[in-house]
């Protein structure tokens, strides 16, 4: 793997000096180096400069068009840098930009060099750019951290795919400093590629919670009609991309299995993808007033506002490494129902006290749990019960504290929280 080998030298010498002394006295810059901006991480990105003013963090994007259509908020606040114009995420790692990529991850280096950057946290490996930065921080000394949302249930790859996966890993491990991960599950997939339990720090992705609790009733009661849910009725929700991987067909046939026995209940899709139309056909036409498919929604206080406005939470995925709207369903106050493999269920679903899980892809089994969950016996009861896991959660996954425990491993000055 010549790519994490050789690459580009820069006279650390001389730029890395000026960079230096033209940051004594200042904060030491740490570089966090993303694809686009998304909504599930400006809030943590913006967590980190608030609570960590010790270090300037800054991030750098390499592409600038996302795969869905999120509001862009500003994010003057995170210290932007823009180096991808032009380049869709979609098209991350695609061989027609192998030179771009490769060229971006010069200009990015010569960014760290130029600011002296003491750490730099990388989400993924998967295009020549990370890789190029990686191999170069390992060279010149810098503390390199990859950042990754991948979870040992989720680690599905066979035959050659699993192959390349178990030669391309755990080399690409051996130049980090560490890995952030986003819970045990993320935990276990990193040391099952070779990294060492203390080079593993607990940083998970998470909502902006204040936000949710600042949603009122009569916010979530104005989402509701907004979307023509009908009133006074009890609600099952999901909220995904509509793909083959999150299996929104599987709770639409849960759903429309319980439906005569919990008539209380409708169930809201919220998202768009390529599934739209198949998945509005697959509901049966008694049911069509009761399943009420909304689109894409890119804001966030309305998503937190009909999560609001319903009851039980599902995500079925047969894929999900992590899965930041369970975050957002447990802040809600939602009883839970998700598949085994996701990310978030490890450490935010609890059996018989806020929901339960069930075995990815298994329709008998989802079914059993979405009965249950919305069993009047048991559905307040799993309600109140999300508060108290994800108090638990919040306080066992803290990402400051995961940031900082990070940043003293790699030799850079933060003090005790």
């Given at each position: 793997m010549w790519f994490l080998e050789g690459g580009l030298t820069v006279n650390m010498s001389t730029t890395g000096q000026s960079g230096a002394a033209a940051g004594e006295g200042r904060a030491a810059t740490v570089a966090m180096i993303f694809n686009v901006q998304t909504p599930y991480r400006l809030h943590l990105q913006r967590r980190l400069v608030r609570e960590i003013p010790e270090?300037?963090?800054?991030?750098?994007?390499?592409?600038?068009q996302a795969d869905q259509a999120w509001e862009r908020?500003?994010?003057a606040d995170i210290n932007p840098v823009h180096f991808g114009a032009g380049h869709p995420v979609a098209e991350l790692g695609h061989r027609a930009w192998l030179t771009r990529d490769w060229a971006k991850a010069a200009r990015i280096i010569?960014?760290?060099?130029?600011?002296?950057?003491?750490?730099?946290?990388?989400?993924?490996?998967?295009?020549?750019?990370?890789?190029?930065?990686?191999?170069?921080?390992h060279r010149a000394g810098v503390p390199c951290f990859m950042v990754t949302d991948s979870n040992s249930r989720g680690d599905l790859a066979t035959g050659v795919k699993a192959v390349v996966k178990r030669l391309v890993i755990p080399r690409v491990i051996d130049k980090l400093t560490g890995v952030m991960v986003c819970g045990r599950l993320g935990a276990e997939y990193a040391v099952k590629y070779g990294a060492a339990p203390e080079q593993v720090f607990t940083c998970p992705y998470e909502p902006?919670?204040?936000?949710?609790?600042?949603?009122?009733?009569?916010?979530?009661g104005a989402a509701a009609a907004k979307h023509g849910l009908a009133a006074g009725r009890k609600r099952i929700v999901t909220c995904c991309r509509l793909i083959d991987v999150k299996r929104v067909d599987l709770v639409i046939d849960a759903f429309q299995a319980v439906a005569s026995e919990r008539p209380e209940f409708d169930l809201v899709v919220i998202g768009n993808g390529p599934l739209l139309e198949a998945l509005r056909a697959r509901v049966r036409a008694d049911l069509l007033e009761r399943v009420v498919f909304t689109g894409f929604i890119g804001d966030q206080t309305e998503i937190s506002a009909l999560y609001r406005a319903a009851h039980v939470f599902v995500l079925a995925s047969n894929y999900e490494p992590w899965g930041v709207v369970v975050n957002e369903a447990a802040a809600a106050g939602l009883a839970m129902v998700c598949s085994d493999v996701v990310g978030a269920a490890a450490e935010l679903v609890r059996d018989g006290i806020n929901g339960r899980t069930f075995p990815s892809g298994n329709l008998e089994a989802l079914t059993a749990a979405v009965r249950e969950t919305a069993d009047a016996k048991n559905l307040e009861r799993y309600r109140a019960g999300s508060a108290t896991v994800l108090a638990e959660w919040r306080r066992e996954g803290d990402p400051v504290a995961g940031m900082r425990a990070a940043l003293r491993y790699a030799g850079v000055a933060v003090s005790q929280p």
């Open positions: 270090v300037r963090f800054s991030t750098l994007f390499t592409h600038d908020e500003d994010a010569a960014w760290l060099v130029e600011h002296d950057a003491k750490a730099v946290f990388i989400g993924g490996y998967n295009d020549i750019t990370r890789l190029r930065i990686i191999a170069w921080c902006d919670y204040g936000l949710i609790a600042r949603v009122t009733q009569a916010q979530a």
